[in-house]
């Protein structure tokens, strides 16, 4: 393909402003590189990004001052423009905008668990829109002999207020990827299974700074079926809390359940293994 190049430059103004065209004759007033992707109006190609892999990408030699270089990721399966943030001293990944509207942002399939499974559990499923942290037991919450199911026991106390005070629960975060704004919509449909002297109450909590928590929805009954997959509970719908919606990196969100009403310090209380992927997911609309 034949390429014109045309610098033209403006003596008449100071100072002096160069600019390029690509196959144009007549460059945008207001770039400095204008690219046309024809100069016959039969032929028309792209931009092509420096392509590198990870590992490439990080020979690149970046200091702050490099802040918005950018290139084209290609790793493995992975494909993706990223930038380099000069601030953070990090490479950002560039999405598109709305590329999701209630998508899974993170779950925990508590299949493959023993013992109640780690703490923290990191999840199963993370999306590059986040950063997650695992479940994790809260200090007053033991390990269990469970499997296929994540949990514990320790909840033989009388309400929620002294159930928090005790750590007597479990929690995980969130937190956007820098450039996005996220909107939690909705923690899945989810099986809890308790043992014959486990917790019978409990209530879900998010707090936007890890010290301030508030109550969703109202307390839960967990349920009296005691055996595999225990008690189903409903979707809990988040999209109408506002401190949960247009999320930024700037907010880590904690969710908390609080856990208490046990009538023994071994009665045991499992996120339980229900379907055959993830059994624990949040969702949320990504732009
Ligand atoms: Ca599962």
Known sequence: MKVLIIVSVFLLFKPTFSQVGI???????????????????????????????????????????????????????????????GVEGVWQTIYPLNISLSAQLVGWDVAPLTNSGPSPFEATFIHPSITAGG????????????????????????????????????????????????????IEPYYIRRSATGPILGIWQYSNNGVDFFDIGSEISWGDILGSPGNPHAAIDLSGISALQNLTSATTVTFRIVIWGATGSTGTWYIENSASGNDLILRGNIK
């Open 135 to 186: 479940l994790t037991r809260g200090a007053g919450m033991n390990n269990a002999s469970g499997n296929n199911a994540w949990g514990g026991s320790g909840f033989n106390i009388a309400s929620q207020s002294e159930a928090i005070t005790a750590n007597k629960f479990a929690t995980f975060t969130i937190t956007p990827s820098f450039g996005l704004n996220i909107s939690l919509t909705a």
């Open 23 to 85: 196959n144009t004759t007549t460059p945008s007033p207001a770039s400095v590189l204008d690219i046309s992707s024809s100069n016959n109006g039969s032929s028309y190609g792209g931009v092509m990004p420096p392509r590198v892999t990870i590992s490439q990408r990080d020979l690149i030699p970046v200091t702050s001052s490099d802040d918005g270089l950018l290139v084209y990721v290609m790793d493995g399966t992975s494909r993706f423009l990223q930038i380099y943030d």
